[in-house]
């Protein structure tokens, strides 16, 4: 009698994490799956608290801005504040940065074995955190540089996207969906809520190459460049044949929908906002890693997200990212 499984086996994400640095990172120690377990962890709290949200005091606004001048929501500090509870009593992260916090924390600058630097937008979307639509946690992991004097703690922080050793994000939405990369492909878990583990749901993600779907807050055309703005023309014409556009709001939702089905989110630069609203370092840059890792592309218009040096921790970008032939399509309006 065949006794093969003809159906898939149930993996946590910490297994798959093992699993795949055995094959590929023999030699590695497990710190860096301890210091995923610390990001799984606090999203699943936070996750929680989303579902909980409108039964316990939770909705609303803290009545403070945040460094970006944004109205900061009660969930974006309870989110910071898991994660930053979270990952700081790991022994191998040095440094943090959040979205909410002004400046890094910093934790062990000068302790060799806390060689990771974790970033991250605890809560992406807040905007929409009180009218129940699909928000999300963005994360991207550095490890320390090299041979950098004491004290000089943002030579670490500034590093271009792609020396990023991992990137993932969290969509708290009908469910709640994890999906990372450490560089060898995407791969996607689904929040098991009778267990309360991740559970493996799609393993080497691919975006498809093309899809017939934009999105870009369209209420800002005339503040776009020349070109996006042709772009726009194009994508609603016969010629096009049949574009539709979805825009939640959410970037993490945004760009979940575009690396399921294909096709392209831009957030452009504006007058007002010439560098665009979205961050460099916690949200482009996350993204485009797994982007890239799904087979698809991220630019800020004139380069390749991942290959930006960033100045400032804050600093924000414009981004257009998606399936390849998409983001291409976009710029050939834009520089024609
Ligand atoms: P946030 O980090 O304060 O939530 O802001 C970022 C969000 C993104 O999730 C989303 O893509 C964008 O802002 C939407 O901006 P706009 O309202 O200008 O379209
Ligand atoms: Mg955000």
Redesign the pocket.
């Known amino acids: 009698m065949d006794r093969s499984l003809a159906t898939p086996a149930i993996k946590t994400i910490q297994q798959h994490i093992l699993e795949r640095q055995r094959v590929h990172h023999p030699d590695a120690t497990g710190e860096f799956s301890w210091l995923l377990g610390a990001v799984t962890l606090a999203t699943k709290i936070i996750a929680d608290q989303v579902r909980r949200a409108g039964l316990v005091d939770v909705l609303g606004s803290t009545g403070d801005t945040n460094v970006?001048g944004?109205d900061v929501q009660k969930l974006d500090i309870i989110a910071n504040e898991t994660i930053a509870r979270s990952l700081g009593y790991r022994d191998n992260v040095g440094i943090m940065v959040s979205?909410e916090d002004d400046e890094p924390r910093i934790l062990k600058e000068l302790d060799a074995q806390a060689r990771y630097i974790v970033l991250f937008?605890p809560?992406?979307?807040?905007?929409n955190i009180d009218v129940n639509v699909s928000i999300g946690t963005i994360f991207s992991i550095l490890q320390r540089r090299e041979g950098v004097a004491a004290g000089k703690v943002m030579d670490h922080i500034l590093q271009p996207g792609y020396r990023q050793i991992a990137a993932g994000y969290v969509i708290y939405s009908s469910s709640t969906v994890m999906a990372y990369t450490t560089g060898d492909g995407v791969h996607m878990f689904t929040l098991d809520p009778a267990i309360g583990a991740y559970r493996l749901s799609r393993e080497g993600v691919v975006m498809p190459p093309v899809g017939k779907t934009y999105s870009i807050?369209e209420a800002?055309y005339s503040l776009f460049p020349g070109g996006v703005q042709k772009y726009l023309e194009w994508v609603k014409s016969d010629e096009a044949g049949g574009y539709g556009l979805r825009?939640i709001?959410?970037?993490?939702a945004?760009f979940h929908r575009t690396l399921l089905k294909g096709g392209v989110f831009l957030?452009p630069p504006t007058t007002n906002a010439p560098q665009g609203?979205?961050?460099l370092l916690y949200?482009a840059n996350p993204l485009a890693f797994i982007a890239e890792q799904a087979g698809g592309m991220a630019t800020d218009g004139r380069q390749r997200i991942l290959d930006k040096t960033p100045t400032a921790l804050h600093e924000r970008t414009p981004l257009v990212i998606g399936s390849k032939a998409e983001v291409d399509r976009v710029m050939s309006f834009w520089h024609a």
Do not use: M, P, W
């Open positions: 970006q944004e979205e937008d809560l992406d979307g807040s905007s807050n800002y825009y709001g959410s970037l993490v945004d957030y609203k979205l961050r949200e």
